[in-house]
C-alpha cells in the first residue's frame, strides 16, 4: 500500500522531493493528515496549465483520451510538436522528431515486433524506417544510442495532460 500510494503522489506531483510515512504504534485507525484524492489530480483539473520548478508545464491534450489502442497521433502541446501513441490501456508520449533522420513522425506506423509478445510496441518512421520500442523510451533498435525524447504524461481516464519543457511553452 506505501509503495502504492508513494507512485500515485510522485506522479501527481513530481514536483515533490520527498514522501516520510508516519505510522502510529498499536493503532491502525489513528487520525491524521489526510490528501484528498482530488487534490492528487489538481493539475489535471486546473484550468491553466501549471508550471514545475523546472519551468515545464502540465498542458490539457483533448486529442489523446480518444486515441484507439494500435494508434500514432501527432499533436501540438504547447509549442511543441508530439507524437503520441497508444499500446492496449497505455499512452506513450514523445518530441515529434526521429532520433535517427530528425523528421518528424508523419506517417509513422506502431507494430508488434517480429517475435514479440502482444503487449510489444514499435514505432516506425515512415521517411527513414527506423524502429522505436515506446514501452523502453522510446530505444532505437536499429542502431546503438539512439532513442526518442520521452514527455510525462498525466492521465485520469477522462484527461490526458503532457508536459512540455519551457523553453518551448507559450
Same mark, same amino acid.
Given at each position: 500500500?506505501?509503495?502504492?500510494?508513494?507512485?500515485?503522489?510522485?506522479?501527481a506531483a513530481p514536483e515533490i522531493t520527498s514522501i516520510e510515512v508516519e505510522t502510529a504504534a498499536g493503532d491502525d485507525n489513528a487520525a491524521g493528515p489526510l490528501v484528498p484524492v482530488d487534490s492528487l489530480f489538481a493539475r489535471l483539473h486546473?484550468?491553466?496549465?501549471?508550471?514545475?520548478?523546472?519551468?515545464?508545464?502540465?498542458?490539457?491534450?483533448?486529442?489523446?483520451?480518444?486515441?484507439?489502442?494500435?494508434?500514432?497521433?501527432?499533436?501540438?502541446?504547447?509549442?511543441?510538436?508530439?507524437?503520441?501513441? !497508444?499500446? +492496449?490501456?497505455? @499512452?506513450?508520449?514523445?518530441?515529434?522528431?526521429? $532520433?535517427?533522420?530528425?523528421?518528424?513522425? %508523419? &506517417? =509513422? *506506423?506502431?507494430?508488434?515486433?517480429?517475435?514479440?509478445?502482444?503487449?510489444?510496441?514499435?514505432?516506425?518512421?515512415?521517411?527513414?524506417?527506423?524502429?522505436?520500442?515506446?514501452? !523502453?523510451? +522510446?530505444?532505437? @533498435?536499429?542502431?546503438?544510442?539512439?532513442?526518442? $525524447?520521452?514527455?510525462?504524461?498525466?492521465? %485520469? &481516464? =477522462? *484527461?490526458?495532460?503532457?508536459?512540455?519543457?519551457?523553453?518551448?511553452?507559450?
Amino acid at each position: 500500500l506505501e509503495l502504492a500510494v508513494r507512485g500515485a503522489v510522485e506522479a501527481a506531483a513530481p514536483e515533490i522531493t520527498s514522501i516520510e510515512v508516519e505510522t502510529a504504534a498499536g493503532d491502525d485507525n489513528a487520525a491524521g493528515p489526510l490528501v484528498p484524492v482530488d487534490s492528487l489530480f489538481a493539475r489535471l483539473h486546473a484550468d491553466a496549465a501549471a508550471v514545475g520548478a523546472d519551468g515545464a508545464s502540465w498542458e490539457v491534450v483533448p486529442e489523446l483520451p480518444g486515441l484507439e489502442s494500435g494508434a500514432v497521433a501527432r499533436v501540438e502541446v504547447g509549442r511543441m510538436p508530439v507524437v503520441a501513441c !497508444r499500446v +492496449g490501456t497505455d @499512452l506513450f508520449a514523445f518530441e515529434d522528431r526521429c $532520433a535517427r533522420c530528425e523528421r518528424p513522425f %508523419d &506517417g =509513422a *506506423t506502431l507494430a508488434r515486433r517480429l517475435g514479440g509478445g502482444a503487449g510489444d510496441a514499435v514505432l516506425r518512421c515512415a521517411t527513414c524506417r527506423a524502429h522505436y520500442d515506446v514501452r !523502453r523510451a +522510446g530505444v532505437c @533498435l536499429d542502431e546503438d544510442g539512439g532513442h526518442l $525524447a520521452p514527455l510525462p504524461l498525466l492521465a %485520469d &481516464g =477522462a *484527461t490526458v495532460c503532457v508536459s512540455v519543457p519551457a523553453a518551448v511553452a507559450p
